[in-house]
């Protein structure tokens, strides 16, 4: 699954096509707007009509479609805070038909992760929430409503990224908690893998499971197996091997191999932003000629992966080409109709986790999802903009604010201990209620959330 840099498809790519390369994944930079990627995905598939174009998008905080003015849907947490599972489906269905208009394949997501620590910088509000029952019920209806589009399925992070503090791109996240405590929390959502077409492994090291980091080790596909109930017969793709925790140690091309050798079925280079493009596949084909010249991975075994690969492959391509895409609006317009109903009124209830459940009003919940980094902590949600975005300084790298917004006397930080996250603000003693910006006039979308993609549309 590799990246290329920019909005042209580079010559070394279509030789790569023309050679046989499985996937291309499509990333924020290659995607401006809708309409450069879904002429990029048709000049893809031109090329080589077998090859998954997928997409990291999630909704929420990670956009690659509407990098540039933020997601026109809510986050996990905010669907799991509502608990509808009927809105959770439709939500996934309008964005799978976005990305069917799109001519994309494979879409990274859902989320399985069980968010249980108030203080994890990378999932936080991407989680359905922390209790694992509520997380496996809406990662299964969102998945139901992007397969009802044609779209492919990736259920993250494998075997669960959501009791950490600490963010993979950055370093190792280590999960301290006991096989049964493990198993319990952030194992069990993963029995909806059969019914997901991909699984995607984490860069976790989680001692009471096994030596090593779960994308690249070997005990990781065989606790895929057991927390599904039998052997599982889906993709399972690395997270990206680009990130810190990996290319510290072991390195690149010796992650690539190392996670063939743990039981992947697909590499996912990573971004090309900090990397040459063309010497990242590179480093890693010949890593594995390497491994396969050596001994180290039987030659047949990798022609069998790669058999069974394709054949998977080809099924969602199929699946893309049978399910139409929706004709009856261009594909950077407001989503589906079917995604009407509201937020408004419903009681959301404070649950636990890296970040608030959205408050129960009739207020825009998230819009644009571009993070500061640093956010100062001077920093809070009142503002008029309909850009703005709630702000918790338990995961600032991970919450947004606009640039117009003004600043605010600084809020307590929030009183951190497992399993919570409380804050005051209002004078009023701890709450979960977050000032957020109303909306513009009514729209026919989902009319509790700011939408900057509609607003922009011609």
């Known amino acids: 699954m590799a990246p290329f840099t920019g909005t042209e498809l580079p010559g070394w790519m279509a030789g790569a096509l023309e050679a046989g390369l499985a996937s291309v994944v499509l990333f924020g930079h290659n995607t401006p707007d809708p309409q450069t990627a879904a002429g990029l995905a048709r000049e893809i598939h031109a090329r080589a009509e077998h090859c998954v174009v997928a997409i990291d998008e999630e909704g929420g905080d990670v956009t690659r479609l509407q990098a540039a003015t933020g997601s026109s849907l809510p986050t996990a947490w905010a669907l799991g805070a509502a608990d509808d599972i009927e809105l959770t489906r439709d939500v996934g269905k309008a964005l799978g038909d976005l990305l069917a208009a799109c001519d994309l394949d494979l879409d990274l997501a859902p989320v399985l992760d069980v968010c249980t ?10 989680a359905f929430g922390d209790d694992p029952d509520r997380v496996a019920n809406h990662a299964k209806a ?104 990996v290319t510290a140690d072991p390195g690149y091309g010796e992650s690539a191999v190392r996670a063939i050798e743990a039981g992947a079925d697909l590499l996912c280079l990573g971004t090309s932003l900090r990397r040459d493009d063309q010497q990242m596949l590179r480093e890693v084909h010949d890593a594995l000629l390497d491994a396969v010249d050596s001994g180290r991975i039987p030659r047949q075994r990798l022609r069998d992966r790669a058999a069974r690969t394709r054949d998977r492959l080809r099924s969602l391509r199929t699946r893309r080409r049978f399910v139409p895409a929706p004709r009856s609006r261009t594909p ?127």
Request: hydrophobic content about 35%; aromatic content about 6%; charged content about 15%.
């Open 117 to 126: 620590d108030p203080a994890n910088p990378v999932i936080g509000t991407r």
């Open 142 to 245: 969102f998945a139901t409503g992007l397969m009802e589009a044609g779209l492919g399925t990736c259920a993250k992070h494998f075997p669960g990224h959501g009791a950490t503090a600490t963010d993979s791109h950055t370093a190792l996240p280590l999960i301290d908690l006991g096989e049964r405590e493990f198993a319990r929390e952030h194992l069990a959502p993963w029995r909806i893998a059969p019914w997901l077409d991909s699984v995607m492994t984490a860069h976790v090291l989680v001692p009471a499971q096994g030596e090593g980091p779960a994308s690249i080790s070997t005990w990781s596909r065989p606790l895929l197996d057991r927390a599904v109930g039998g052997t599982y017969q889906g993709l399972v793709i690395t997270d990206a091997l680009d990130m810190a925790a």
């Open 332 to 458: 950077w317009t407001a989503p589906s109709s079917s995604v009407r109903r509201p937020l408004r009124g419903r009681s959301v209830p404070a649950t636990r986790g890296s970040s608030p459940a959205p408050p129960a009003s009739s207020t825009c919940v998230y819009g644009p999802s571009t993070p500061p980094e640093p956010v100062p902590s001077s920093w809070s949600t009142p503002c008029a903009s309909a850009a703005c975005r709630p702000w918790s300084p338990s995961t600032p790298t991970r919450s947004m604010r606009h640039p117009s917004c003004s600043p605010s006397p600084a809020c307590p930080a929030p009183t951190r201990r497992r399993g919570s996250a409380s804050r005051s603000c209002s004078g009023a003693g701890p709450t979960r209620s977050w000032s957020t910006p109303a909306c513009p006039a009514p729209r026919p979308i989902i009319a509790a959330w700011c939408s900057p993609m509609a607003q922009a549309a011609p």
